[in-house]
């Protein structure tokens, strides 16, 4: 595997674009104001790591097994998957409402938090398509 200078060029600038107001800078700004501002950016570090480590590793593998047209349209329809689950919405009873972190802290909250608003984004999709691309 090479590294293309213009496909990394090309996944940042996606991503970037992709990053601008979406649910996760959201997340990260309020994380910002709760907690210290470099235990923030750690648990936000590696779960996006964690992410697109992930998303890149699937492109990767979809690449192969399935047909460029195919894997466009599997592309779009977890987009739209996710995005109806978003608007949908999900509601907490009283028990779901309290979650200890305990040994984890602000860190293992943050991340935690992160890694889950990722899930399903449109950066990570991004992430997807172009890896399957290069």
Not at 10 to 15: A, E, F, K, P
Not at 101 to 108: D, K, V
């Amino acid at each position: 595997m090479r590294l293309s200078v213009s496909a990394f060029a090309l996944s940042t600038l996606v991503i970037f674009i992709a990053e601008l107001g979406d649910k996760s800078q959201l997340v990260a700004l309020w994380f910002a104001t709760r907690y210290r501002w470099w235990t923030v950016l750690a648990g936000v570090a590696a779960a996006t790591l964690v992410v697109h480590l992930g998303s890149v590793a699937a492109g990767r593998v979809l690449d192969d097994v399935l047909p460029e047209s195919l894997l466009r349209v599997l592309v779009g329809l977890s987009f739209l998957g996710f995005a109806w689950w978003s608007i949908r919405g999900d509601s907490l009873d009283e028990d779901d409402q309290r979650v200890r972190f305990g040994w984890a802290g602000a860190f293992g909250i943050v991340t935690f938090s992160f890694f889950l608003s990722e899930l399903g984004d449109k950066t990570q999709l991004a992430t997807v398509s172009l890896a399957s691309r290069e």
